[in-house]
């Protein structure tokens, strides 16, 4: 079992920017993908970025192309969301989510290839 701990939710203005960290632990190194989705009040999950650490692939939603960007420090087993440029649109629990399989890129987006979820961290912006 691997567990994962969000961590870097709050509320910011619009145009501002908030990092998310997603920790691993139990048994981090049989993990192949982190990614992180969303989910809005009254919305489905969305993915928002995802990262295939055997890969070497990594994706993104539309929306976030050019404002958000995914990283890891394998050392931490932690993998973190930089957010920027933040709308309010992009309010929403943030949850991280993990698989051990190695994922293709088109399957990275697919919230049911993915083995574990965090509890979330909630993003609020708004002015």
């Known amino acids: 079992q691997v567990q994962l701990v969000e961590s870097g939710g709050g509320l910011v203005q619009p145009g501002g920017s908030l990092r998310l960290s997603c920790a691993a632990s139990g048994r981090p190194f049989s993990v192949n993908v982190m990614g992180w989705f969303r989910q809005a009040p009254g919305k489905e999950r969305d993915f928002v970025a995802a990262?295939?650490?055997?890969?070497?692939?990594?994706v993104y939603a539309d929306p976030m192309k050019g404002r958000f960007t995914i990283s890891r420090d394998n050392a931490k087993n932690t993998v973190y969301l930089q957010m920027n440029n933040l709308k309010p649109e992009d309010t929403a629990l943030y949850y991280c989510?993990?698989?051990?399989?190695?994922?293709?890129?088109?399957?990275?987006?697919?919230?049911?290839?993915?083995?574990?979820w965090g509890q979330g961290t909630q993003v609020t912006v708004s002015s």
């Open positions: 990262d295939n650490w055997s890969g070497g692939t990594t």
């Open positions: 989510a993990a698989s051990d399989a190695g994922l293709g890129r088109l399957r990275l987006a697919q919230a049911q290839r993915y083995d574990y």
